[in-house]
């Protein structure tokens, strides 16, 4: 989306202009019921849709926090190389919706204060993206919000390695929105990938950020 590209005092402005009718409503009560539509893994790979008869997918929520600054940006983190699943991947703040969870806004807030120390007070919910199902059996809600500087992070090193920002203008070039492969399980998977300087922004993450563009830029 080449107007993106506006002047920078314009971004963050015109962000929140599109994102009042173009993102799916946030939740009026307590409930975990994403928005009908559905992304996933299989988009650009229909073999990575979960197979007949798998599991009902487990319940998550993640955070895609737009930081207000004159060009906003978007804090990713990067999990720790200690983790048993996805270590060392680049991710939004996030994970299981737990049974004391009222609302999947409730998880990714909370999410994002355990992993990164990120004050609820200075994040305000936009709205939701279409519900995404990742091959690894997760039904995850991506809760759109923007984060009012300052703030001042605590990173939790059982979890998190770092936490960095990326502009949102970058991310929202379709230019960028590469599309990769690799082997995994002995085939080749392809997915969307947007590599930033030394950070390689990709899978499931990347996979968020693109429906963000769709439903906002395109």
Known sequence: MSDIYLREADLLTDFLRRVETRLHPLPAGAGHAGPAAIRGDHDLDPSMA?????PPPRPAAVLVPVIARPEPTVLLTQ???ALPEH???IAF?????DPTDETAIATALREAEEEIGLDPARVAPLGLLDTYLSRTGFRILPVVAVVRPPFELMINPREVDEAFEVPLAFLMEPAHHLQHSRLWKGRERTYYAMPFG???????TAGILRNLW???YR
Do not use: F, N
């Open 93 to 97: 703040p996030g994970g299981k919706i």
């Open 79 to 81: 999990r720790s190389l």
């Open 50 to 54: 979960m197979p007949p008869g798998s």
């Open 87 to 89: 270590p060392g991947q």
């Open 214 to 216: 769709e439903r906002v």
């Open 198 to 204: 030394d950070r390689y922004i990709w899978g499931v």
